[in-house]
């Protein structure tokens, strides 16, 4: 399978009720966290930030620049962007976490179900194993993020690096979940490396599908005012869009693991030795 092929077969996919409701309680996790710490930590926030441009000789130099290239409301907006600038990212990687611990493994079983209904469950991965994957993955991306964090001030790359990064975390993570039931240890080795570089565009594509909630701030200084609300909307976008992703990459996983199956079918036993009879007792001389 291709992965337009699995693209279009997730899109019909996304299209059933029961994929959303599986996503409510991802969504519902991540609004709920997103919203609490707006509540406690976003006027905490604005103030921290606004007393450390204070202190940079280099804040009043920027302001100026602002207000002689006519943006002087940009003056006021500049705590909140850097508060939201800070905090996307965060929900983010919220999302993703979300959706592939908490959604990802039923999508899977579904797509498995719907798709491949003689797929059989070969050691399948336990909650713990998949924890462990997950939080191992996110480690090395939020240490590759922030080792390339400097490199975002050139602009071509803050528009390269971040999607990359988020592309890498998400094939890591989503092709792993739609593999974890069904396939075993070497199994989920030979699909992912058979198909590494398919994995990686689907994960690069996410990585930029990621960035459409970043439209929310081009609505202007509205948008950082109500920044609490549009990080709420934002986080409710990502979810959505990793669902999508999720059901993409069990598409793709899961006929890989099919035709791998199919390629190599189990060995057969051999068959149990027959225990030859003993001759009978001749006559007695």
């Given at each position: 399978m291709t992965l337009?092929?699995?693209?279009?077969?997730?899109l019909?996919?996304v299209?059933?009720?029961?994929i959303w409701?599986?996503?409510?309680l991802?969504l519902?996790?991540?609004?709920?966290?997103?919203?609490?710490?707006?509540?406690?930590?976003?006027?905490?926030?604005?103030?921290?930030?606004?007393?450390?441009v204070?202190?940079?000789e280099?804040?009043?130099?920027v302001?100026?620049?602002l207000?002689?290239a006519?943006?002087?409301q940009w003056?006021?907006?500049?705590a909140?962007?850097?508060?939201?600038?800070l905090?996307?990212?965060?929900?983010?990687?919220?999302?993703?976490l979300?959706?592939?611990?908490?959604?990802?493994?039923?999508?899977?079983?579904?797509?498995?179900?719907?798709?491949y209904?003689?797929?059989v469950?070969n050691?399948?991965?336990?909650?713990?194993?998949?924890?462990l994957?997950?939080?191992?993955?996110?480690?090395?991306?939020?240490?590759?993020?922030?080792?390339?964090?400097?490199?975002?001030?050139v602009?071509?790359l803050a528009?390269?690096?971040?999607?990359?990064?988020?592309?890498?975390?998400?094939a890591?993570?989503?092709?792993?979940?739609?593999l974890?039931h069904h396939?075993?240890?070497?199994e989920?080795?030979?699909?992912?490396?058979?198909?590494?570089?398919?994995l990686?565009?689907?994960?690069?594509?996410?990585?930029?599908?990621?960035?459409l909630?970043?439209?929310?701030?081009?609505l202007?200084?509205?948008?950082?005012?109500?920044?609490?609300?549009?990080l709420?909307?934002?986080?409710?976008?990502?979810?959505?869009v990793?669902?999508?992703?999720?059901a993409?990459f069990?598409?793709?996983a899961?006929?890989?693991l099919?035709?791998?199956?199919?390629?190599?079918?189990?060995?057969v036993p051999?068959?149990?030795?027959?225990?030859?009879?003993s001759?009978?007792?001749?006559p007695?001389?």
């Amino acid at each position: 399978m291709t992965l337009f092929e699995a693209f279009w077969r997730a899109l019909a996919t996304v299209t059933q009720p029961r994929i959303w409701a599986w996503a409510l309680l991802p969504l519902a996790v991540v609004l709920v966290a997103v919203g609490a710490l707006a509540w406690l930590l976003w006027e905490p926030s604005l103030d921290a930030v606004r007393a450390l441009v204070g202190r940079v000789e280099i804040s009043d130099g920027v302001l100026r620049w602002l207000h002689d290239a006519g943006w002087p409301q940009w003056r006021a907006m500049l705590a909140p962007i850097v508060v939201v600038v800070l905090a996307l990212p965060l929900v983010l990687l919220a999302s993703l976490l979300a959706v592939a611990l908490l959604a990802g493994p039923a999508i899977a079983r579904h797509v498995a179900g719907r798709r491949y209904p003689g797929l059989v469950v070969n050691q399948g991965c336990t909650a713990v194993r998949r924890l462990l994957w997950t939080l191992g993955s996110t480690a090395a991306a939020v240490l590759a993020l922030g080792l390339s964090l400097p490199l975002w001030l050139v602009p071509p790359l803050a528009l390269v690096l971040p999607p990359l990064i988020w592309g890498w975390l998400a094939a890591r993570v989503l092709s792993y979940h739609a593999l974890a039931h069904h396939a075993a240890p070497d199994e989920r080795r030979r699909v992912r490396r058979g198909r590494r570089g398919t994995l990686w565009l689907m994960g690069l594509a996410t990585g930029y599908l990621a960035l459409l909630p970043a439209l929310l701030w081009s609505l202007g200084s509205v948008a950082f005012v109500l920044a609490p609300f549009f990080l709420l909307a934002a986080a409710a976008l990502f979810v959505a869009v990793f669902v999508f992703a999720a059901a993409w990459f069990a598409h793709l996983a899961l006929a890989e693991l099919a035709a791998l199956r199919a390629a190599s079918p189990p060995p057969v036993p051999p068959a149990a030795p027959v225990a030859l009879e003993s001759p009978l007792p001749g006559p007695a001389s």
